[in-house]
């Protein structure tokens, strides 16, 4: 295996994104059932089948474009239908509930290091080579992708879950106009990633607000890798 191979850069980040959105999605649907509302369920969308998951731009398009780039790859799945009325306590409810994707994130990232950790045992601190040298770097992007996610989801913006996180601590009649941002949610995206970074650096929000903490993040999950390590 080449590393400098496209096919190889782009499945070293393709892979762990995948996995990466689709456990975020299902964990929004394994939330919304808890709480009340079956939904997802009903419409087969607690799946672990990525087929079920894939939005053609956000899971397939996009961080294919960035992978080739060498730009860093993010994307996103079509969105697990959570109907707010159906949960027993729809406003804290639906909190809990965009919560629950970029915690399944860290819980992720947490099991790279530990998985991390366990690659480096069995390595003997030897270099990785062919296989070993794929799946090291499938867990190592897979640790980045998760905590990116994680934080970049929390932004407190329609559609990402740090929006719904902002709607169900607002006074009601501000929540709902503040939600009805989401229906722009495909152009608040582009000018958050692309056209806010074009006017200004300082305006780089994922570059200054989203960067900094994930890669102290990342740091401390290797960290925790290293000491599993030995």
């Known amino acids: 295996m080449n590393p400098d191979h496209i096919v190889y850069r782009t499945a070293v980040w393709i892979i762990p994104l995948v996995i990466a959105i689709v456990f975020h999605e299902v964990a929004h649907g394994w939330m919304a059932k808890w709480l009340g509302d079956p939904t997802a369920a009903e419409r087969r969308r ?23 780039a060498g730009a860093p790859v993010f994307g ?16 804290w409810g639906m909190v ?52 990116f996610l994680a ?13 719904h996180v902002v709607e169900g601590v607002l006074p009601r009649p501000l929540a709902a106009r503040y939600a009805r941002l989401g229906q722009f949610g495909l152009l608040l995206l582009i000018g958050v990633l692309v056209l806010l970074p074009m006017l200004s650096p300082r305006l ?3 570059g200054r607000l989203i960067a900094p903490p994930a890669q102290a993040l990342i740091g401390w999950f290797l960290t925790v890798a290293g000491a599993i390590a030995g």
């Open 96 to 147: 809990a509930v965009a919560l629950a994707g970029p915690g399944m994130n860290l819980a992720l990232a947490a099991l790279a290091a530990i998985g991390l950790g366990i690659f480096g045992v069995t390595m003997h601190g030897a270099e990785p080579t062919g296989l070993a040298a794929f799946i090291l770097a499938n867990l190592v992007n897979f640790l980045a992708v998760n905590v």
């Open 76 to 91: 996103w799945a079509k969105p697990v239908p959570v109907v707010a009325e159906r949960l027993r306590n729809p406003r």
């Open 204 to 206: 780089d929000i994922v």
């Open 46 to 68: 607690l799946s672990f089948n990525p087929l079920r998951h894939v939005d053609p731009v956000g899971t397939l398009i996009l961080p294919l474009g960035l992978a080739v």
């Open 151 to 163: 934080l970049f989801n929390l932004l407190p913006i329609p559609p990402f879950d740090g929006g």
